[in-house]
């Protein structure tokens, strides 16, 4: 008859080392899994008391991609029982894995500190909550993954751990916190892979910073940051205005970290239908509700071991800000008109052109929310504090035109570019993206050179295409944010000025939706 080898046997019915409610609780046993399916393993596992699970599909995709036996996992405990468990659950995610143990001591981990190495630890250990200790583990290898598991729910210290560095942090009360543990040691499992090992851990990567052009002291900042975002599992809440190319951000910090080959799932919160909305981030089943006829995943299983960024994150209702704030700190979502809650790991990206400190302060947003999303904060400058970068990015902008197109535009001189350097671009990098455009398609209309249209004879055209944004504002206040008026006072249709309303991220300054009728 099969038994499980020594490494993997399942303990029965020890007393729960994580509380004192031994008796009201699972043994931890109940969630050690033997590794892999068999004939006959369920019923073994009923006889015997426990419950039997089979290797998830990412614990085996983990295990196939990583050739994880190079990876190494050291526990930092001194307490016989929790480290046993902490291992049977390290083993249950890697089963190949060497995993070792040392009697709390961060020191035998600080020296033995180098890639290959995913630690986990207690913040017991740790005065300041773990973030000592991942400081100095990440001082001597920047690219060691560190778990964090604590037994004491307190949100400053997650903050901190996160800060410092931590891949992830988890709360260890219960046989749930067990299985807690598996899951982020199977996703960290893949950071602490050294280089080569995993098939898949450069692919789609490319260059995360290409899109930050520019070389002033302001946009240096932000690749810093991106490049500090990247190196953890943090979310992040990108904070600028409008234009200032906050998903240009939020895709560097995906492109450039460890979840790069997986999905990134952009939604802009501001155009989902509050009727929606929970479909939307959710899913729902066939015949959830008039309308549903096919299943459908929501965003947070789209971008499942990816990125889901949430552009405009201020337009979230309240009610979908508790939801939502739930099932992130949960893990797990049950689609509208489902019964089976579905296990999902994202981590989020958050951007808002308004000051959501302000917002909490007011009670327009959650505040729970809020400090969940801005464990790591990216603020963006607008474009009239880098100036010395407009010339970078018009010409970014023409040889990308001259790529799309197949013309050969080059770009003239200071004095040609000067209605565009000595304009204040109030809609940022969109903007002067928008007008470099229209200028190159004149251009090529009309078969002159782009100093030809922006010269003096051609300063109207040139005049015309930087003051649309102001012309269409202008426009839409005189006729109180009403865009079929507005559309027909500028001669365009009510389509048309809905796009270049998105062109130029034109919004009503009130938050209400512009009124579409008469």
């Not at 004192?20 to 006889?47: K, N």
Request: charged fraction near 25%; glycine fraction near 10%.
């Amino acid at each position: 008859m099969w038994t499980p080898p020594p490494s993997t046997a399942p303990l029965r019915r020890r007393p729960n080392v994580f509380s004192g409610e031994a008796s009201r609780r699972r043994s931890i046993g109940s969630e050690v899994a033997r590794p892999a399916a068999r004939p006959g393993a369920r019923r073994q596992a009923a006889r015997a008391g426990l419950r039997h699970r089979p290797w998830t599909a990412v614990a085996r995709a983990a295990c196939r991609d990583l050739r994880i036996g190079a990876v190494r996992i050291l526990i930092l405990d001194d307490e016989p029982l929790r480290v046993a468990a902490l291992t049977a659950a390290a083993r249950r995610a890697c089963p190949a894995a060497h995993v070792t143990s040392t009697a709390g001591d961060p020191g035998a981990a600080t020296d033995d500190a180098r890639p290959g190495l995913l630690v986990v630890g207690p913040a017991r250990a740790d005065p300041a909550g773990g973030a000592d200790l991942v400081r100095a583990l990440r001082a001597r290898c920047r690219d060691l993954a560190v778990l964090v598991v604590s037994g004491r729910d307190t949100a400053d210290a997650a903050v901190e751990a996160m800060k410092a560095g931590a891949g992830d942090y988890v709360v260890l009360h219960d046989a749930e916190g067990l299985a807690r543990v598996t899951e982020a040691v199977t996703r960290l499992a893949r950071t602490a892979a050294p280089a080569g090992l995993s098939r898949h851990a450069a692919a789609g990567r490319g260059d995360g910073l290409s899109g930050l052009v520019g070389r002033s002291r302001a946009i240096d900042e932000v690749r810093m940051l991106v490049r500090t975002a990247a190196h953890t599992e943090a979310h992040v809440l990108i904070e600028g205005e409008t234009g200032t190319g906050k998903e240009v951000v939020a895709r560097a910090v995906h492109g450039l970290g460890r979840r790069a080959a997986g999905p990134f799932v952009p939604v802009n919160c501001a155009a989902v239908p509050e009727t929606l909305a929970e479909s939307e981030f959710f899913g729902h089943t066939r015949g959830a509700f008039t309308g549903a006829l096919q299943e459908r995943p929501g965003a947070l299983q789209l971008a499942d071991r990816g990125t889901l960024f949430l552009d405009e994150v201020e337009d979230l209702p309240l009610a979908l800000q508790a939801k939502l704030l739930r099932v992130v700190q949960d893990r797990e979502v049950r689609p509208l008109g489902g019964s089976v809650t579905r296990r999902f790991d994202v981590r989020l990206i958050a951007a808002s052109n308004r000051d959501l400190g302000r917002m909490v302060e007011a009670g327009t947003f959650r505040s729970d929310l809020y400090y969940r999303l801005r464990v790591f904060t990216i603020q963006l400058p607008p474009l009239r504090q880098r100036r010395e970068d407009v010339p970078l990015l018009i010409e970014h902008f023409v040889g990308r035109f001259n790529h799309r197109q197949g013309t050969a535009f080059g770009v003239p001189g200071a004095a040609a570019l000067r209605p565009l350097l000595e304009h204040t671009w109030p809609g940022n990098v969109r903007e002067l993206e928008n007008v470099v455009e229209s200028v190159l398609i004149l251009a090529s209309a009309t078969g002159a050179s782009m100093a030809d249209v922006l010269g003096p004879s051609q300063r109207p055209v040139a005049g015309f295409v930087l003051d649309e944004r102001s012309r269409i504002v202008r426009m839409l206040e005189e006729h109180r944010w009403n865009r079929q008026r507005a559309a027909a006072a500028l001669g365009i249709s009510r389509v048309t000025l809905w796009r270049r309303m998105e062109r130029h991220g034109i919004r009503d300054p009130l938050g209400t939706p512009a009124r579409e009728t008469a």
